[in-house]
């Protein structure tokens, strides 16, 4: 089964059978997808982490197919009707769809129109009516008149009840209609009367009178009507655009022009209107929908890659402020760590407006906690706080000002985890804490927050829900793994993350650490109740240990290979920590004297890049930004104004673009570049800061048009 399935995988994703196999070995015996690709390149043939990934998904997919056709096998098996050849094609089969209708006539279903007429004895009529030769099918069917057939016209309408089945479980006949479908098949969505002037229905306004061909109906536009019809304002409807598959269908099934044929052909239009049609519909608007959540996960998935992986402040004394008019600022103070030190509420704008006593205690938090930074949450009050601080700094502060996404800032606040963290305080407290923590490291707080309540998806919550959570976590993983973790300062919801970790031995770290104090070694970690070779294994190398003896417990090197750089440096006469200072040291090794076993040529290359620069943090360095001080809201827009902005979401239709206005503005696909873009995220990168121009602006929608181009 497992060269079966490794032959059908690299056929698919174009990868060699040798590479699958290694890779469907590693995932069998327990490593995760970050683990094999890091420390395992040899045996996959440097497979980066996107084709393990892919080759896992295909994987799976595979295992529940094989799980399918063994309950396929099963049912037909007990109804006494599983051939040899019948078996036989089924075992070669591994498309889902050929598998169910191979399946079709056998699947237990409720009593049908078609059964009813079996039982009435009708099936030897039906039988005589598709072989087309009988000149009197009238007189047959009298010979059926007799029990529950009361007469000639209800025999003949049994047996085309039954001709109509039969046409509907064919094999080629399904295949000739999504061929049609396939090729042909048109969207088309109307808009429910009685909803057309409600104000829920504008926002599909686009949609009221919509059609298009499906292949070409990109996945945001299919997922808005698929919501507009799950809200009851759209009514979509899926089919070929023309009548030829009917016609074909005549044409397979028909092949007398006398009674019977016509008979036939009767059953065969019926077949099509009542049940191939609908259900080659069903079918295609469930797969045009899985392509649809496929695109839009993608987008959600790279965009919280970049948004995770976004540029952190480092460890400095922080003051977080959830900006607010009635309510206030909240403002608290945090240390190198992120431990909340101080807090409190200013209220420097109307209607409070206590700006002197503000500004003193402002003042008075910075110099108390020595703050060396501000986060500001970017939400209601933003650019007014923002501008009240810079007020109160003055020119020439060495305070750095950063406005920070406050996405999912609620969510996390009101979560057990930060009633966990910080039980006596409430949720503005906590929401603040979280905006000063983001500034600090983006990912450690993130991580915290469902993936969906960030912002930066599209049409997260119409998605399956599912796949969604499984491509979000292991993109959480992906960038927690890259990034490395500080075992001595993670928290256990990051940890959980960490490659062969979750969330038990997440908390084993943390209670041993709590016991004992900071780790002084990766080999410390062994004895964590529960973390056994596997685990360790898996978790190593991608855990940090600033200041530890071993100064390669502080790198991405894994401990099986540190036998390998302390013989480098014996060779070199030197010590590890003279190794990993003194380039000439290192640029005297030659990497490939040192190869032996499993260890090759890429392992021992990442080697070398490691030492070269120490647990090196792959995210780059923070800018600082500001909006145009010209415009505070939406009215304040003019066409043809040229503001920096920053890039907020990425869509498959655009990019959202933070002009500092309360509204993000949309960059359309078509405006981002002199040229043309098929995919935004070619041009444009999540919390990249862009200059735009203003084209146009919708006060009523409060829409807001903008443009890359000429810039």
């Known amino acids: 089964m497992e060269k079966v399935l490794a032959k059908l995988i690299a056929g698919q994703l174009k990868i060699s059978e040798t590479q699958v196999a290694a890779t469907l070995q590693l995932i069998d015996e327990g490593c995760t997808i970050p683990f094999i690709a890091r420390y395992r390149k040899e045996r996959t043939g440097q497979l980066d982490e996107v084709q393990i990934s892919a080759i896992s998904q295909h994987y799976d997919k595979l295992k529940e197919l094989a799980k399918r056709k063994e309950t396929v096998i ?225 987008i959600f998935a790279e965009n919280l890659r970049q948004l995770l992986l976004s540029p952190p402040l480092g460890q400095r004394r922080v003051m977080g402020i959830d900006p607010g008019f009635r309510t206030g600022c909240k403002v608290v103070c945090l240390d190198a760590q992120g431990q909340l030190l101080h807090h409190e509420a200013i209220f420097p704008h109307p209607p409070v407006n206590r700006r002197m006593q503000a500004t003193l ?95 930066v998806g599209q049409y997260q919550h119409d998605v399956d829900q599912t796949a969604l959570k499984q491509s979000l976590d292991h993109t959480v993983e992906s960038c927690v793994n890259l990034v490395g973790v500080n075992v001595n300062t993670a928290s256990p919801h990051l940890l959980q993350y960490v490659s062969g970790l979750g969330p038990a031995l997440a908390k084993n770290i943390v209670d041993y650490r709590t016991e004992h104090g900071p780790f002084e070694s990766r080999d410390q970690l062994k004895k964590v109740p529960r973390l056994g070779p596997g685990a360790y294994q898996q978790c190593a190398g991608f855990l940090r240990i600033p200041g530890a003896k071993n100064p390669l417990d502080n790198s991405a090197v894994h401990p099986e290979s540190y036998a390998v750089v302390e013989q480098m440096a014996s060779d070199q006469g030197c010590t590890l920590q003279e190794l990993m200072a003194q380039k000439e040291k290192r640029q005297a090794i030659q990497p490939e004297r040192y190869v032996k076993g499993e260890v090759g040529l890429p392992t021992l290359n990442d080697i070398m890049q490691e030492l070269e620069k120490p647990g090196r943090d792959p995210r780059q360095p923070l800018e600082k930004f500001q909006f145009d001080a010209r415009v505070q809201t939406i009215e304040d827009l003019e066409e043809g104004m040229e503001l920096p902005g920053i890039v907020t979401n990425i869509t498959a239709f655009g990019a959202f673009v933070d002009i500092g206005v309360h509204q993000d503005g949309l960059v359309h696909v078509s405006q981002l570049a002199d040229r043309y873009v098929s995919n935004p995220a070619d041009v444009v990168k999540l919390h990249q800061q862009v200059r735009v121009k203003v084209t146009a602006v919708d006060l009523r929608r409060g829409r807001i048009s903008l443009s890359m181009k000429n810039l």
């Open 74 to 298: 099963a049912t037909i098996e007990g109804q006494d009707k599983l051939t040899d050849e019948l078996k036989r094609r089924i075992d070669d089969c591994w498309n889902s769809t050929e598998l169910e209708d191979i399946y079709l006539p056998y699947k237990p279903r409720r009593r049908t129109r078609a059964q009813v007429a079996r039982e009435q004895g009708l099936e030897p009529l039906a039988t005589r009516l598709l072989m087309q030769r009988d000149p009197s099918p009238e007189q047959t069917a009298r010979a059926f008149v007799k029990g529950d057939v009361k007469d000639v016209a209800q025999a003949l309408k049994g047996a085309q009840d039954i001709i109509a089945e039969m046409v509907s479980e064919d094999e080629r006949s399904r295949q000739t209609l999504r061929s049609a479908f396939r090729r042909d098949a048109v969207i088309t969505s109307k808009v429910v009367k009685a909803k057309a002037d409600s104000d829920e229905a504008q926002k599909y306004r686009d949609y009221f009178d919509w059609h298009e061909p499906l292949r070409r109906c990109s996945g945001n536009r299919l997922l808005a009507m698929r919501r507009g019809e799950r809200e009851g304002i759209l009514r979509l409807n899926i089919a070929p655009a023309d009548d030829s598959a009917a016609e074909r269908l005549q044409r397979q099934w028909v092949h007398s022009a006398g009674r019977c044929g016509g008979l036939v052909g009767e059953a065969v239009d019926d077949a099509y209107k009542r049940l191939l049609k609908p259900s080659i519909e069903t079918e295609f608007a469930a797969s045009s929908k899985q392509r649809a959540d496929e695109e839009a996960i993608a």
């Open 361 to 455: 205690h402002l003042q008075q938090m910075i110099e108390n906690y020595a703050v060396e930074a501000i986060a500001i949450g970017n939400g209601t009050a933003s650019r007014e706080t923002s501008a009240f601080v810079e007020d109160v700094l003055g020119k020439g502060s060495s305070v750095d000002v950063f406005v920070v996404s406050e996405d999912g800032a609620s969510i996390y606040s009101a979560s057990k985890l930060a009633r966990d963290e910080f039980p006596d305080e409430d949720v503005t407290v906590r929401g603040a804490v979280s905006i000063g923590r983001r500034l600090m490291d983006p990912l450690a707080e993130l991580v915290k927050i469902d993936p969906k309540s960030i912002g």
